[in-house]
């Protein structure tokens, strides 16, 4: 059964720094690319950033480019985020997705529960 | 970026109903589409992808159409589980994937 579990989220002040964890198990982590999409509370979702499967290829949204950084360990089955420089409107629950492919297709066959980011002071 | 409409934003339907959901791309981007569900405090799932693949163990009463900027997701026989709010997502120009607004199915 695939699993994807993410942590790290939590409170932080503007202007300071997170980093995401995402723990995935059930799959073969490194045939597959990931991503992070991230939802508002009470609003829709929103892809951030994904890495293919063996970080030869890396995107990011407009919103986040230059202040995350996406980034994978095969050997540890694991994904990350790190989020600098964050601001009220980062505030959102960040789910991990596995990608259908290795390369990366873009759209998504199994997200984890997500981990909750809330920045503020 | 390119930008995908969901009409409507809300529906209400009652089980057994019909119910089709659109999305519209700002430009063509071939079949390069997704649909997911989300159930309240659940992750989204995937239900169809490439406009009209079913993704494996997805009910048959979901299909997905279309090609270009227009696309449909139809469930064919709304059940009591179809309560949710439904999300189409390009693919077609990565690193700008996009999701549409949502639309939400409710009881009627």
């Known amino acids: 059964e695939v699993q994807l579990v993410e942590s790290g989220g939590g409170l932080v002040q503007p202007g300071r720094s997170l980093r995401l964890s995402c723990a995935a198990s059930?799959?073969?982590?490194?045939?597959?690319?990931m991503h992070w999409v991230r939802q508002a509370p009470g609003k829709g979702l929103e892809w951030v950033s994904g890495?293919?499967?063996?970080?030869?290829?890396?995107g990011y949204a407009d919103s986040v480019k230059g202040r995350f950084t996406i980034s994978r360990d095969n050997a540890k089955n694991s994904l990350y985020l790190q989020m600098n420089s964050l601001r009220a409107e980062d505030m959102a629950l960040y789910y991990c997705?596995?990608?259908?492919?290795?390369?990366?297709?873009?759209?998504?066959?199994?997200w984890g529960q997500g981990t909750l980011v809330t920045v503020s002071s | 970026a390119i930008q995908l409409t969901q009409s409507p934003s809300s529906l209400s339907a009652s089980v057994g109903d019909r119910v089709t959901i659109t999305c519209r791309a700002s430009?063509?981007?071939?079949?390069?589409l997704a649909w997911y569900q989300q159930k309240p405090g659940k992750a989204p799932k995937l239900l169809i992808y490439?406009?009209?693949s079913l993704e494996s163990g997805v009910p048959s009463r979901f299909s997905g159409s279309g090609s270009g900027t227009d696309f449909t997701l139809t469930i064919s026989s709304l059940q009591p589980e179809d309560f949710a709010t439904y999300y189409c997502?390009?693919?077609?120009?990565?690193?700008?994937?996009?999701f549409g607004g949502g639309t939400k199915v409710e009881i009627k």
């Open positions: 997502q390009q693919f077609n120009s990565y690193p700008a994937l996009t």
């Open positions: 490439d406009a009209s």
């Open positions: 430009q063509g981007i071939s079949s390069a």
């Open positions: 997705a596995k990608d259908k492919a290795a390369g990366i297709l873009g759209y998504f066959d199994y």
């Open positions: 890495i293919s499967w063996n970080s030869g290829s890396i």
């Open positions: 059930g799959f073969t982590f490194d045939d597959y690319a």
